[in-house]
């Protein structure tokens, strides 16, 4: 049975290329750069029990970065990508300290303030940012030489990044730290009373989720070739809440499950329907009645209660 | 380290805690030693469970000190008191429910190791955590449920757990906040040969309503009463003190 899994889920990420158009081998390449995202995200939301609205800013923050570096100061992308990354972790950094001074709604308002903060940094400082016009006309990199600019190409090397990003996840998360966490979540009095320090755990965390969100970014910029303050906004940070949520937090498939969700919603119901946030928002309330853990948890129950119904 | 013989291992020096304008510790002050048997007893808003969490350091004192092994630890966060030998369990109990017992132990072995850590290697590598965490269950007389999730064993096997993630760390000066409450007889004999156990190396100090259970345990009792210290000495001195009867018995 695992093996059937593992072999649909390599199928699932290997055929896009072979089978399908330019069209939907975009759409399978944002549906992994977000699935980068989600799964940063998730890192607070779901091991951490730290719930953000804000986790746009470091996805926003290392994909203006880049886009200034190598347009306006003609940075190479290795370089540029180096400084945006380090530039998103260390804000992220300084942003920990400053949420993390509270716990729950108001950890949630601080990431949310500190957004909007950005947000509107990127809207008003024009003569940086080129404002409402977004900075266009980007390139994408070329790693070893390779080009990315064909829709085959630039899904492969997400695959790559996105498959490196899981892996170093699934490791954090069921590592010795990743078991902290996991406990200052749940029982922060017990954990200090057991020699934990919940409060560097929960920084680190941070961080780290930073560090990811910024990798994301990268992908994000590299993708569209272009930047606009969207990127920052509550409604790019929700839309990945709702992801996380809708997919099952707290869960390493959950994430990914969702964030393709939201895509797909994004991409096909908007075909059909104006309002297509109406929809996202009736599939997040069913999701949410039936399946109240998410996606895949849901679906994992399913499984093993057809399981035990045909043995 | 070398420390004089009468150092002790725990010292609380007029320690005061107000809610409010209520006194809840009043002057409190303590000295147990190395290995010593300490009961606490007291009515009910006596303050013992306040006196608890100041030595825990999950409550600052608004005046007053608290020394372990002759260092200082009043300003010291819960955690910094733990790596100085301090262990604690929860009148209300405290576990991790979605964790495997046996995950439950390791927890308490890891918060005292560095490895705690360590982000780029699954726990499940450390084989030496888990080979201890069996032990440890096994001391308890629970490795036969190992694997099991806390949130499907019987409460009183949920005691010894928590009494268990305690013992786990070998501390040097323990604190039992109601470790009997709500256990059967038999439970509770078993819960008390296990803490009749508990190594020499380390000073117990308890907070137990259980008379009959808890003081064939102690060997010294403090009364506390309105957040003071009413009587203090040895058990049987306390006992027959006519102020522990006026505290019990309004007499």
């Known amino acids: ?37 989600a799964l940063s995200l998730n890192l607070l939301v779901g091991f951490g029990g730290m719930t953000s609205l804000g986790h746009a800013s470091y996805l926003g923050v290392a994909a203006y970065l880049s886009a200034l570096l190598t347009s306006r100061y003609g940075w190479g992308h290795g370089a540029a990508a180096v400084i945006s990354i380090a530039g998103t972790t260390a804000m992220a950094a300084a942003f920990g300290v400053i949420a993390l001074r509270a716990t729950g709604l108001g950890f949630l308002m601080i990431t949310l303030a500190l957004s909007q903060v950005l947000w509107g940094l990127a ?24 080009s990315l600019d064909s829709a085959a190409s630039f899904y492969w090397f997400a695959l790559a990044v996105a498959a490196l990003a899981f892996a170093m996840m699934a490791i954090f998360v069921s590592s010795s730290f990743g078991s902290s966490l996991q406990g200052v979540r749940d029982q922060p009095r017990r954990m200090a009373a057991l020699g934990f320090n919940p409060w560097m755990i929960r920084w680190i965390t941070f961080i780290y989720a930073g560090f990811w969100g910024g990798v994301s970014g990268l992908m994000y910029v590299y993708y ?5 303050p969207t990127a920052l906004s509550t409604t790019s940070s929700a839309e990945a809440l ?35 946030n109406m929809v996202l928002g009736l599939v997040f309330l069913f999701i949410v009645l039936v399946m109240p853990s998410g996606i895949v948890p849901g679906f994992g129950r399913l499984l093993a209660a057809w399981r035990r119904r045909w043995r | 380290m070398t420390l004089p013989r009468s150092e002790p291992a725990l010292e609380v020096i007029d320690l005061k805690k107000a809610f409010g304008g209520m006194m809840v510790t009043h002057n409190v002050s303590l000295a147990i030693r190395p290995g010593e048997r300490r009961l606490i007893i007291g009515p009910n808003g006596a303050g013992k469970t306040t006196l608890f969490n100041q030595i825990s350091g999950d409550m600052r004192p608004n005046s007053g000190e608290i020394r372990l092994f002759g260092s200082d630890v009043t300003q010291l966060p ?21 964790d495997t017992l046996e995950h439950n132990i390791t927890l308490g072995l890891l918060g005292l190791r560095p490895s705690r850590w360590q982000m780029w290697r699954p726990l499940s590598f450390y084989r030496d955590l888990a080979t201890e965490a069996r032990r440890v269950l096994d001391a308890v007389g629970l490795l036969h449920l190992a694997g099991h999730p806390v949130s499907e064993i019987a409460y009183g096997e949920k005691r010894r757990v928590e009494l268990a993630m305690a013992l786990a760390q070998k501390p040097r000066v323990l604190l039992l906040d109601e470790p009997l409450a709500g256990l059967s007889n038999t439970e509770r004999s078993q819960v008390k040969s296990l803490i009749a156990s508990i190594p020499r190396q380390t000073a117990v100090i308890m907070i137990e309503h259980d008379m009959d259970t808890a003081l064939d345990l102690a060997e010294t009792v403090t009364l506390l009463n309105y957040g003071k210290v009413i009587v203090d000495g040895d058990r049987d001195a306390v006992i027959a003190d006519q102020r522990t009867r006026e505290v019990y018995l309004g007499v």
């Not at chain 1, 940012?129 to 070329?142: K, S, W």
């Open chain 1, 123 to 146: 809207y008003r400082m024009s003569d940086v940012t080129n404002g409402d016009n977004g900075i266009a006309g980007l390139t994408r990199p070329m790693p070893f030489g390779i």
């Open chain 1, 242 to 276: 709702l992801g996380v949520i809708a997919g099952g937090s707290g869960t390493l498939g959950g994430p990914v499950a969702g964030a393709a969700l939201v895509l797909l919603l994004k991409n096909y119901a908007s075909a059909y329907v104006e309002r297509w």
């Open chain 1, 224 to 228: 569209n070739k272009y930047i606009h």
């Open chain 2, 78 to 98: 819960p955690y910094r008191r733990a790596h100085l030998g301090l262990s604690r369990t929860y009148q209300i109990i405290t576990l991790f429910t979605g």
């Open chain 1, 1 to 37: 049975m695992k093996w059937i899994g593992a072999a649909l889920l390599a199928a699932a990420c290997l055929l896009p290329p072979l089978l399908a158009g330019d069209f939907y081998i975009n759409l399978a390449s944002q549906i992994l750069i977000a699935a980068i995202f």
